[in-house]
């Protein structure tokens, strides 16, 4: 139901479904919204669900800035069976089988990932190589060899493993969550875990369950947005995201204007006016609390 007054500038949690590109969910919000004014925070694959973090008019400005924050996952990995994309919806590319691995060596490999890592992401990711997304390099069948990056799992546990024959071939799924830096794959988790076992690895599920304090408790399916559009408030979301400074009257304007502030700081902060009003967001710099980025102006 598209709104029939202005929508409030402010975020869109989505709960994905499977089976659809986060540019589809874009397009649909577009729509629902009735405003060309909506992006994304983050990307999540077509066989992926879960929380997708959307900016809504002024809010799209926001979305940079939760690029950065943790994100969390279930998955579950399958050991025995590599892909060409490092999950289910890739061609099967080795079927080493998993009849040699014990549940105890599973838990062991996954679990060895925590921690600052340098991981090598998926070749069938949205990582520009000379300008040009690395999954479409894949696709008109180029060999894409990419970096290893610095990332950090802050957690990964291992709920169950289960032992079963697919085809004729035995495998190990293994059911996991993790919390995560962004930037990391949990595809290339899977991936790697499976290079260590020497059984191939990729992941037949996958569900983003948090982007910072943006949880599935707050996140609303395509179906619901239909029946009853809703928008995180600027301030709300902000809040929620940042650590927050109360600004005076005369602080408030010079911020709309974009005057640094004899203001203490530790990080990126959202000030606010007396109204409650987001302002922007500053961070401590040379001595004085400097604007990133105002989003109200006057």
């Given at each position: 139901m598209r709104p029939s007054a202005p929508v409030?500038?402010?975020?869109?949690?989505?709960?994905?479904?499977?089976?659809?590109?986060?540019?589809?969910?874009?397009?649909?919000?577009?729509?629902?919204?009735?405003?060309?004014?909506?992006?994304h925070a983050g990307t999540l694959d077509p066989m992926a669900t879960g929380v997708l973090v959307l900016g809504v008019d002024r809010a799209t400005r926001l979305l940079g800035h939760l690029m950065l924050t943790e994100k969390a996952y279930t998955a579950t990995v399958r050991l025995g069976v590599s892909t060409g994309t490092d999950d289910a919806e890739g061609e099967v590319s080795a079927t080493p089988g998993a009849a040699g691995v014990d549940e105890q060596q599973v838990r062991?490999?996954?679990?060895?990932f925590v921690g600052d890592i340098e991981q090598v992401p998926t070749a069938v990711s949205a990582i520009k190589v000379d300008g040009k997304r690395a999954y479409q390099r894949v696709r008109d069948g180029e060999q894409v060899e990419l970096e290893a990056r610095p990332v950090t799992i802050h957690e990964l546990v291992v709920h169950d493993v289960r032992r079963s024959s697919v085809e004729g071939l035995e495998v190990l799924d293994a059911d996991i969550t993790m919390r995560c830096s962004s930037g990391t794959y949990v595809r290339a988790v899977a991936r790697d875990a499976g290079a260590l076992l020497g059984t191939g690895g990729h992941l037949t599920a996958l569900r983003r369950t948090a982007v910072g304090p943006y949880d599935l408790a707050v996140a609303r399916t395509l179906d619901d947005l239909a029946e009853e559009f809703a928008v995180l408030p600027l301030a709300v979301a902000a809040r929620a995201a940042f650590p927050a400074a109360d600004l005076d009257a005369q602080q408030a304007r010079d911020v709309r204007v974009g005057r640094p502030l004899d203001l203490p700081l530790d990080t990126l902060t959202g000030v606010f006016d007396p109204d409650g009003e987001f302002l922007a967001l500053y961070e401590p710099?040379?001595?004085?609390?400097?604007?990133?980025?105002?989003?109200v102006q006057g």
């Open positions: 409030t500038p402010g975020l869109v949690v989505v709960d994905k479904p499977a089976g659809i590109t986060s540019h589809d969910v874009v397009a649909r919000v577009r729509r629902l919204a009735g405003t060309r004014k909506v992006g062991d490999a996954l679990t060895g710099r040379e001595g004085r609390a400097r604007p990133v980025a105002v989003f």
